[in-house]
């Protein structure tokens, strides 16, 4: 099983990418500082869209275990043995699916997931060797 970013979710990040620019064109033309850091801004936010296009799948479940995405490109592989909790941690108006490895949390969004962080967490607990 695999879980990978929702495919509107790089497409809304280089919109904004594309919008600082204008953003301000139309508020500071003249201002050269304003105009680097909106560069600079943008920047960074088509290399997060980067990663989402370039490396989508942000979670994978099997037998032996779990593998996600850590850093900018590189996998981590957790055995089943190695994964402490699998919970859900709900905030106002969003949840988000935390892993806990012991040295390690990972915490992923609906959004990186492409579905409901509830819903994943069920079908680990399907997957997941009764211990």
Do not use: C
């Not at 953003?23 to 990663?51: E, N, Q």
């Amino acid at each position: 099983m695999q879980w990978r970013v929702k495919p509107a979710l790089p497409v809304a990040k280089l919109i904004t990418a594309a919008a600082l620019p204008i953003l301000v064109a139309g508020f500071a033309p003249d201002d050269l500082s304003r105009w680097l850091l909106a560069g600079v801004v943008a920047a960074a936010i088509v290399v997060w869209a980067a990663r989402d296009v370039l490396h989508p799948v942000r979670l994978t479940a099997d037998d032996a275990g779990l593998t996600v995405l850590t850093g900018f490109a590189r996998r981590r592989h957790l055995p089943w043995s190695q994964i402490e909790a699998v919970r859900v941690e709900r905030a106002r108006r969003s949840e988000v699916l935390e892993i806990d490895a012991g040295d390690a949390v990972y915490v992923l969004s609906g959004p990186q997931l492409n579905a409901m962080p509830e819903e994943v967490a069920a079908q680990l607990a399907d997957l997941r060797p009764v211990s």
